[in-house]
C-alpha cells in the first residue's frame, strides 16, 4: 500500500486575493473586470461589422474610470463629418432659376392677345352677327331691287343697308375687348403679367383691328358679288346717265361697277368701319366702362345725322350741312357713290382720312391715361 505523498494535496478553486486590513482606512475599490474574449467558436460573429451607433451624450456625474477606459476601448471609431457640396452656382453667382428666362417683347403680347379674343364667345358671336346681318340684308335688298327697270342708285350701293347695322356690331365688340376686363377684375392679371401697359393697348389695338378688317371687308365682298350678280343688266335712261353719280356707272346704257366702286365698297368699307371698331376700344379705354363706351359710340355714329334731320330753319342751314357732311354714316355712304350731302361726287376716301386721324389722337390719349391711371 502506497503512502501518501506529504506534498500532494487536493485541488481547491482559488480565492481571490484579499489585500490586508489596514488600520488607516477603508480597502480600496475593487478593480474593473477585463473585456472578456471571444470564444473561437464565436470570432465569426464578431468580425461581422457592427452598425455605427450616434454618439451618446455623456452623463454629468460620469462612469467609474475603469468603465468609461473600456467603452472608449472597445468604440468603434467615428468618422469626422464632412459637408457635401451642393449643386448650384459658385458663391457670389447669383439665382439661377431652373426656369428658362426670356426677354418679353411686343410678339408676346400680341400672340396673347390673339389667344384671349378667338377664346371668348362673344367674339364668335358678335362677328358672326355682324356677318349674317351684312350679307343678309344685302341680299334682300338686292332681290326687291332686282329687274330690268333702273332703280335710280348705282349697282353696289345696297349693300350699305345691311353694313349700317352690322357695323354697330364691331363697335360693340371693340368696347368689350378693353372693358370686359376691367368688369371681370382680368385686368390686373393683364397687368401683372405684362407691366408696360402701352403694350398691352397695342397689342389689343393690333389684333382687334386686323380681324375686324377682315371680317368686314369679306361681309362686303360677299354682298358686293350678290349685288353685282342680282342686280347687273339694268337699262340707264339716257338723262341718268349725265348725272355725276353715275358718270362712272353706265356702259352700253346698262348699269355697271367700276374699279373704283368694288374698291371702295369692299376694302373701303371694310377699313371705314374697322376704324370705327378700334375708336369705339380706344373710347373704351378711356371711360372702363361698357355700357357708357358703347352708348358715347353710338351717339357719336347716329347723333349727327339725327339731329341734322331736325334742323329746318334757314339760320342752322350751315350747321346741318357741316353735320351731315361730316357724319360717320355719310362717309360710309359715300364709299357706296351715295352720298347723303349736297355734293354727289363724294367717294368717302377725305372722310375715311378725317375718321383715321380722330381714332389715332383718341388712342394716343387713351395710351397715356393707361400709363397714369391705377388699374
Known amino acids: 500500500m502506497s503512502t501518501p505523498n506529504p506534498q500532494q494535496q487536493p485541488y481547491q478553486a482559488p480565492q481571490p486575493a484579499q489585500a490586508p486590513q489596514s488600520a488607516q482606512g477603508p ?30 451624450q455623456q452623463y454629468a456625474g460620469g462612469p467609474p474610470a475603469g468603465a468609461a477606459a473600456t467603452a472608449t476601448a472597445t468604440a468603434p471609431p467615428q468618422q469626422q463629418y464632412q459637408p457635401q457640396p451642393q449643386p448650384g452656382p459658385p458663391p457670389g453667382g447669383g439665382y439661377a432659376s431652373p426656369i428658362p428666362v426670356t426677354r418679353t417683347h ?25 356677318f349674317v346681318v351684312t350679307v343678309g340684308i344685302g341680299f334682300l335688298t ?45 385686368i390686373r392679371t393683364t397687368m401683372t403679367a405684362c407691366p408696360k401697359r402701352g403694350r398691352v393697348l397695342i397689342a389689343k389695338s393690333l389684333i382687334f383691328f386686323v380681324l375686324a378688317f377682315v371680317m368686314t371687308t369679306a361681309a362686303c ?68 366702362h361698357s355700357a357708357g363706351a358703347i352708348t358715347t359710340m353710338l351717339g357719336l355714329v347716329l347723333l349727327p345725322l339725327v339731329v341734322s334731320l331736325f334742323m329746318l330753319g334757314e339760320t342752322l342751314g350751315k350747321v346741318r350741312e357741316v353735320l351731315m357732311e361730316y357724319s360717320p354714316l355719310n362717309g360710309l355712304a359715300s364709299l357706296y357713290r351715295i352720298p347723303m350731302s349736297e355734293d354727289q361726287s363724294a367717294t368717302g376716301w377725305p372722310l375715311l382720312g378725317i375718321l383715321a386721324a380722330v381714332t389715332a389722337a383718341t388712342l394716343i390719349a387713351a395710351y397715356a391715361l393707361l400709363n397714369r391711371r391705377d388699374v
Open 221 to 288: 365682298s360677299v354682298t358686293a358679288l350678290v349685288n353685282s350678280a342680282m342686280l347687273s343688266g339694268q337699262k340707264v335712261p339716257a338723262y341718268a346717265g349725265k348725272v355725276d353719280a353715275f358718270k362712272d356707272s353706265v356702259e352700253n346704257g346698262e348699269l355697271v361697277a367700276s374699279g373704283s366702286q368694288w374698291l371702295g365698297a369692299t376694302v373701303g368699307a371694310g377699313l371705314y368701319v374697322a376704324l370705327l371698331g378700334l375708336l369705339a376700344l380706344a373710347v373704351g379705354a378711356l371711360l372702363r
Open 27 to 56: 480597502p480600496p475599490p475593487p478593480a474593473a473586470p477585463q473585456a472578456q474574449q471571444p470564444h473561437p467558436a464565436h470570432d465569426f460573429q464578431h468580425r461581422q461589422p457592427q452598425p455605427q451607433q450616434p454618439p451618446q
Open 106 to 130: 411686343l410678339g408676346h403680347a400680341i400672340v396673347s392677345e390673339w389667344t384671349k379674343i378667338r377664346s371668348v364667345r362673344s367674339t364668335v358671336w358678335t362677328l358672326g352677327v355682324m
Open 142 to 186: 338686292a332681290f326687291a331691287l332686282s329687274g330690268t327697270e333702273f332703280v335710280g342708285m348705282p349697282l353696289l350701293a345696297p349693300g350699305l343697308f345691311g353694313l349700317m347695322l352690322g357695323q354697330i356690331c364691331v363697335i360693340t365688340l371693340g368696347v368689350l375687348v378693353v372693358t370686359s376686363e376691367y368688369g371681370t377684375g382680368m
